[in-house]
């Protein structure tokens, strides 16, 4: 399971790869061909092989470009970041036994910095809920069938 983890290529995945492409006006996003967790919107700040990886990093994304670079940060200082204008955006993969096989799980968090982004962000986040909540689930099943 976690080979097939970091092996996942959302490229390789129909719908992810469709919503992925409305998303971005058909622009040549890296994670869509690269693995996802090298070349996700975040990087990945800690991981234990196995068990868990956990990514973490700023975003701006109800912006139609994606919004400014980013600051590479680590997990104590995108913690203390507090500049407006962005989102914080934390997510991780739990890998649990259950039974004879793996559970795998992943949950995302968000925080935005200032009001005013909280605002941008709630709008963006309702146009996108759906898609983004088809796009995890395909990732998961993608990623048990390769398990498997």
Do not use: C, N
């Not at 790869?17 to 690269?34: C, D, H, K, N, Y």
């Not at 196995?50 to 680590?74: E, H, N």
């Not at 200032?114 to 986040?125: A, E, K, P």
Request: charged share 25%.
């Amino acid at each position: 399971m976690w080979r097939a983890l970091w092996e996942l290529r959302l490229g390789d995945l129909a719908l992810s790869r469709a919503l992925m492409s409305v998303r971005t006006f058909g622009r040549r996003v890296p994670m869509i061909s690269e693995r996802f967790l090298e070349h996700g919107p975040v990087p990945v700040l800690g991981a234990e092989p196995g068990r868990f990886v956990v990514a973490g990093g700023l975003l701006q994304p109800w912006k139609v470009t994606g919004g400014r670079r980013s600051p590479a940060l680590d997990a104590a200082s995108l913690r203390a970041f507090a500049a407006p204008g962005w989102v914080k955006v934390g997510f991780d993969f739990v890998l649990r036994a259950d039974g004879e096989g793996t559970l795998l799980s992943t949950e995302t968090r968000v925080e935005a910095t200032d009001t005013r982004t909280r605002v941008l962000f709630g709008m963006y986040w309702t146009l996108i809920r759906l898609g983004s909540g088809l796009i995890r689930r395909d990732m998961l099943r993608a990623v048990a069938r390769a398990a498997e």
